[in-house]
């Protein structure tokens, strides 16, 4: 599994020979001006909820590629009234899908479309693939329902929001990895706006001094499981 680091929240996934987009916010993010979304391949874009640092570009990578939208009902709903191909999902509900199996987890945030139409409950994703499981947060808060993630699934990589602000902060994140059982963290949503600016040597040396490793991609980075 190769993970690849687009900026804010937006993540490339290659595993089992397909290419996943998660919450692709490229275009609207000045830092990632250095990525070409038109050169992006994607069988899947999975959208966590629907603000517009999430799914900005959405819709013109999806029409490019003909990807699959996955979220939830009333995401995919809204994209399907766009005639974009779309698979509905819910909270704790799971799909095998031919790169893995996922399931759409709790997180605890807001969403909503920029034109105002309901985004229904944000939430998380967690893959399953044939070698390797990870977890895909969202934005969210610290919850106790992210101990339920390891009565399923042993996780070998989490990915966490750790701007603060918006979700969870790097104390609540470095709590967040204790609930699900996982030392092995990539953080996202950080550095974005002014809003979520971090030290990243501080960030480091926290998690650090707690036994776990957090990693911080430069904009266009991977990592490989």
């Not at 609540?172 to 030290?199: M, P, Q, R």
Request: proline share 3%.
């Amino acid at each position: 599994m190769k993970i690849t680091f687009y900026g804010h929240a937006s993540l490339g996934i290659e595993v089992g020979g397909k290419h996943i987009l998660v919450d692709p916010f490229i275009t609207g993010n000045p830092k990632a001006s250095a990525i070409d979304i038109e050169t992006l391949k994607a069988d899947y874009i999975l959208v966590t909820h629907a603000h517009g640092d999430h799914v900005l570009d959405v819709e013109a990578i999806a029409k490019r590629t003909n990807a699959t939208i996955v979220s939830n009902a009333e995401i995919t709903s809204y994209y399907a009234q766009r005639e974009f191909k779309a698979h509905p999902m819910n909270h704790g509900g799971s799909w095998n899908f031919d790169f893995g199996k996922v399931r759409y987890v709790n997180a605890i945030h807001s969403s909503s479309f920029s034109d105002g139409s309901y985004g229904g409950n944000p939430g998380g994703f967690v893959i399953e693939s044939e070698h390797k499981n990870i977890y895909i947060a969202g934005d969210t808060a610290l919850t106790f329902d992210m101990k339920l993630i390891p009565l399923r699934t042993k996780l070998d990589l989490a990915i966490l929001p750790i701007g603060n602000n918006f979700t969870m902060d790097v104390e609540d994140a470095i709590i967040a990895s204790d609930f699900i059982e996982c030392d092995k963290i990539l953080g996202y949503h950080f550095d974005t706006f002014g809003y979520i600016e971090i030290n990243h040597e501080d960030a480091i040396r926290k998690f650090f001094d707690k036994g776990k490793d957090l990693m911080l991609l430069k904009i266009g980075e991977s990592i490989e499981l």
